[in-house]
């Protein structure tokens, strides 16, 4: 079994930060991927950032150049750094766990239970 644990969600005022954490654990397999996705009341889920073991990444335009998508190796962690939030980043923020790069949330095979971001205008 794999289980995945966020953390770092809760409630910020616009042009804020929060920085997010995704903590794997369990039969994991070595060479897999995280990534983040999120999705807002009555919207579908979309994919955000991934990042692979060996440093490949991921990140959706919408986000890129506010949200940093990091591994904490001392932690454990795949960390999501989100910057300049705005009220529409508010959603419930997931990570999975796959073993391919990639934005379909398909390419995941396990899945966090989701921490809230809501970000006020």
């Known amino acids: 079994q794999v289980q995945l644990v966020e953390s770092g969600g809760g409630l910020v005022q616009s042009g804020g930060s929060l920085r997010l954490s995704c903590a794997p654990s369990?039969?994991?397999?070595?060479?897999?991927?995280i990534g983040w996705f999120r999705q807002a009341l009555g919207k579908e889920r979309e994919f955000v950032a991934a990042?692979?073991?060996?440093?490949?990444?991921a990140t959706h335009d919408s986000v890129a150049g506010r949200f940093t998508i990091s591994r904490d190796n001392a932690k454990n962690t795949v960390d999501l750094e989100m910057n300049s939030l705005q009220p529409e980043d508010t959603a419930v923020y997931y990570c999975?766990?796959?073993?391919?790069?990639?934005?379909?949330?398909?390419?995941?095979?396990?899945w966090g239970q989701g921490t809230q971001v809501t970000v006020s205008s």
């Open positions: 999975a766990l796959g073993n391919t790069l990639g934005s379909a949330p398909s390419r995941y095979l396990y």
């Open positions: 369990g039969r994991i397999f070595s060479d897999y991927v």
């Open positions: 990042m692979a073991l060996n440093g490949n990444m």
